[in-house]
């Protein structure tokens, strides 16, 4: 037995072969992947190395290169260089369309793309289907009622009911293109898989047309090679219909199938579509001119003008502005921009102008990364599927056999004509046990759920992280942006000797109208909440890791830490005591000095988000462990965690400390998932059994994390949780079903019923069944995407750490 995972399909002719993960490559004639460094077969053809699993297929290609490097003709053009993939063995990876060796299945484009509206093997099957379908129709007609159809006479010729012997031939012409023009892409798989000895659902599918049609064409062409007892209603009984419907149903079933199939890339085209069509570039001479963002290139200048869409990844050149990343991060607060500073390419300009200088494009871009992800996701196998694709080759090959054995038993021991229902119920055991419905039983599920679950912000890496997720007992968070809003509040303001709260946050205020900064915003707020009037300010200055001072209808104030109070020589040190005590509940105290003398404190903290509660007491409930790990002091991180009765907090803790608790906690037996928000969490992402991404969209963290919540809060995570007990359930419920389908269609068609109640199948219901159960199978999975669980948005949360003030 070849195993799916040793093979891959043939790659695009003349160009090098696709390098496998494990540094395999293609062999250009066999398909068999080999390693360079291990095979003794090489070969060189216009200066491209080629690499053999055995040197028959060396001397092959040597002997005859334009036979296996020339380009075949192909239903699609593919796009240079595009890499098409099975949707069910995502190991099979070629340049440009074709067919998997292993199930038949048409290869997709392993990165869709907006233009991909239209599925050329969905189109091909439709036209098939629709062309032939009346033929199938008339030919059922004919073979069931055709001697009860109303007698017809024109002159002396009698139109209808036909002669049975010109019945038959008439069949036969009508049958013809249906079965070897619209069934012929079924008779190509089936004949790819024995080649490749992996039986699959076409190969029934193939044997049992071929069969029913071979016979019936040998029974009208040389009907006297059959024994009397063959012969009904004047003829030697033949089966064309059954042929034909078996081959409009089978296509039927295929095209629901593609339909339900194209919705999975929804998501991914919605991702697509964030980022901008065009880009300004400025040209070296001053120009300006709108280039496509296919044309944009690594150091182009771009301008970004107010409102529109960052169009890539880059670093601003010239220019200010505020820019709106919660499509992709989260953050709520537009993030400031100025010279320096990196941008995200398809977020949102604010009100200003900017040129920015192109840094990653194309796949490069974290948009692309994010896509990256779903295609990722939907493409992998599940343990479970790898498990279902085993099951199914042997059954495969024991419904071959059991098909062998019913031909044989029947015509041997069955009532007459013996042979005829020998070669019906054969065919029937062929067509309804085909294992389509057993193969998409988990892919089906994997792609619906990945693909529902990004629109919500949930984008999971791959398969396997779906099964792990459920099975999660320990959860280490960090504190800002996940357990808090990641957006500062007021909280209170202490006056000292000499001034009153009012004239403390009416001058704060007043100071921090000039400012930008986050904590600056929370302190206007509120004094615009309580409606009060802004007085001028002159001077204003931001002093690095410190504060803000200016003059404020002529009074010299100053806003900041305790660093600052000492260089204005107003000693804090007997308000300690109060800032520490706001410290401890979580919130950043900063001093206000006028006239370089200390006129109080005002209070502004990270406020725990609403549903961080709520959230935590369901995965509580859920039997989940929470752990707190932040780089922020132990005091505030002990604020938060008693707040919300986590069960373990560690404050001040490094990037390796965090991977040591992870590994920690595993040695003690927990299952654990590691939720961060940046490169410092890379190492304990990457160590837990499941990492969570919090959506800064870092390369480094979604590169370590299994999981990334895009726009999540904590109920992002357990939201990743139920999507994970939802989609192995549904993948349960379809396998379950599959296997329970063709343990009672096999014996079924067999005809074990016969002796006792004299019931057999039609070739022609099986092929119905077989429809009904991969369709069934299907739409099982795409409840996925109307369950609450995975389909109902939440509210958007700020995912990344607060930016910090500088007064602490």
Same mark, same amino acid.
């Given at each position: ?9 043939? $790659? ?37 190395p ?14 005859? @290169? ?8 192909? @239903? ?27 199930c038949?299945?048409?290869l ?27 033929? !199938?129709?008339?030919?059922? %007609? ?14 002396? %010729? ?33 004949v ?6 992996? @039986?699959?659902?076409? !190969? ?13 064409? =040998? ?9 009397p007892?063959?012969?009904? $209603? ?36 919605g991702l ?24 944009? $290139? ?24 505020? =820019? ?32 920015i ?48 054995? !019913? ?20 065919v ?27 629109? &919500?912000? &949930?984008l999971?890496?791959d ?42 946050l009416?001058?704060a ?139 373990? =907090? ?43 991404a ?44 599959a ?12 005809g ?21 159960s ?7 999975a ?22 910090g003030?500088?007064? $602490?």
């Amino acid at each position: 037995m070849n195993s799916p995972s040793s093979h891959d399909h043939h $790659h695009s002719a003349g160009a090098a072969p696709v390098e496998a993960a494990d540094g395999r490559v293609t062999d250009p004639v066999c398909g068999m992947q080999v390693d360079p460094a291990t095979t003794q077969h090489h070969a060189t053809h216009a200066d491209t190395p080629f690499h053999f699993c055995s040197e028959r297929c060396r001397a092959k290609l040597v002997a005859d @290169p334009e036979r296996y490097l020339t380009p075949q003709d192909e @239903p699609e053009v593919a796009q240079p260089g595009a890499i098409y993939t099975c949707p069910m063995h995502p190991e099979v990876r070629q340049q440009g369309p074709g067919n998997c060796p292993f199930c038949g299945m048409a290869l997709e484009p392993e990165m869709p793309s907006l233009e991909d509206d239209d599925n050329p093997e969905l189109r091909d099957f439709s036209r098939r289907f629709w062309w032939t379908l009346p033929l !199938t129709v008339v030919t059922l %007609v004919l073979a069931m009622f055709g001697q009860y159809l109303p007698r017809v006479v024109l002159g002396d %010729v009698q139109i209808l009911p036909l002669s049975i012997d010109v019945q038959t031939w008439v069949e036969l012409v009508l049958t013809t293109p249906v079965v070897l023009w619209a069934g012929w892409p079924f008779f190509e798989r089936c004949v790819q898989s024995i080649r490749n000895r992996s @039986p699959n659902m076409f !190969t029934l599918i193939g044997i049992g047309v071929a069969a029913a049609f071979g016979y019936s064409l =040998v029974a009208t062409l040389a009907p006297g090679l059959f024994p009397p007892s063959f012969t009904e $209603h004047g003829r030697i009984s033949v089966y064309y219909e059954a042929a034909a419907v078996i081959v409009s149903l089978t296509l039927l079933g295929q095209m629901l199938e593609l339909r339900a199939r194209s919705k999975t890339s929804a998501a991914i085209k919605g991702l697509l579509g964030l980022a901008p069509k065009e880009a300004r570039r400025v040209n070296a001479d001053g120009t300006e001119e709108d280039i496509p963002l296919t044309h944009v $290139h690594v150091g182009d200048h771009l301008r970004v003008r107010p409102g529109e869409k960052l169009p890539v990844d880059g670093e601003v050149v010239e220019g200010r502005s505020r =820019v709106d990343e919660s499509m992709l991060t989260g953050e709520p607060i537009p993030v400031e921009k100025t010279t320096g500073d990196q941008v995200i390419g398809a977020t949102q300009n604010g009100t200003g102008a900017l040129v920015i200088r192109a840094a990653k494009v194309g796949s490069d871009t974290v948009l692309s990364q994010i896509v990256q992800l779903v295609a990722q996701a939907q493409r992998a196998r599940a343990p479970m599927q790898r498990m279902a694709d085993t099951v199914a080759y042997w059954f495969v090959l024991a419904v071959l056999a059991i098909a062998v054995a !019913t031909f044989f038993i029947w015509g041997f021991f069955g009532p007459e004509p013996a042979w005829t229902f020998a070669i019906l119920n054969a065919v029937s055991v062929l067509i309804i046990a085909c294992p389509c419905a057993l193969g998409l039983a988990t892919p089906m599920s994997i792609m619906v759920a990945t693909g529902k679950a990004a629109q &919500v912000g &949930v984008l999971f890496r791959d398969a396997e992280a779906i099964e792990h997720m459920r099975r999660i007992d320990t959860l280490i968070v960090d504190k800002t942006g996940t357990l808090t809003e990641g957006r500062p509040a007021f909280k209170e303001v202490v006056a000292f000797e000499g001034f009153d709260a009012d004239q403390v946050l009416h001058l704060a205020a007043s100071l921090d109208q000039g400012s930008e900064h986050p904590l600056a915003d929370a302190i206007v707020a509120e004094a615009r909440r309580r409606n009060f009037e802004f007085d001028r300010v002159e001077d204003f200055d931001s002093v690095t890791g410190m504060g803000v001072r200016g003059t404020v209808a002529g009074r010299a104030l100053a806003l900041g830490n305790t660093a600052l109070m000492d260089d204005l020589g107003a000693d804090p040190g007997a308000h300690v005591d109060v800032a520490e005590r706001l410290r401890r509940e979580g919130a950043s105290a900063m001093f206000l000095a006028v006239d370089g003398r200390l006129a109080g404190l005002i209070a502004v903290a990270d406020p725990i988000k609403a549903s961080a509660a709520a959230a935590i007491n369901e995965l509580h409930a859920a039997g989940l462990r929470i752990i707190m790990a932040t780089g922020d002091g132990l005091t505030t991180a002990r604020a938060v965690a008693t707040e919300l009765g986590l069960d373990e =907090v560690h404050g001040e803790v490094r990037p390796e400390d965090k991977a040591e608790l992870v590994q920690r906690l595993k040695r003690e037996g927990r299952r654990v998932a590691m939720a961060g928000d940046g490169i410092n969490d890379a190492p304990a992402l990457a160590a837990a059994d499941v990492g969570i991404a919090m959506g800064t969209g870092t390369d480094v963290a979604m590169s370590s994390a299994q999981i990334t919540l895009v726009k999540g809060d904590l109920r992002g995570i357990l939201r990743a949780r139920k999507i994970s007990q939802a989609t192995v359930a549904n993948m349960k419920q379809n396998l379950t079903f599959a296997f329970v389908y063709n343990a009672l269609g096999v014996p079924l068609a067999a005809g074990v019923l016969y002796p006792a109640f004299g019931i057999l199948l039609s070739p022609m219901v099986a092929a119905l069944a077989m429809s009904v159960s991969s369709v069934s199978v299907v739409t099982n999975a795409l409840r996925l995407s109307g369950s609450t669980v995975v389909a109902t948005p939440h509210p958007d949360r700020a995912d990344e750490p607060a930016r910090g003030h500088s007064c $602490h």
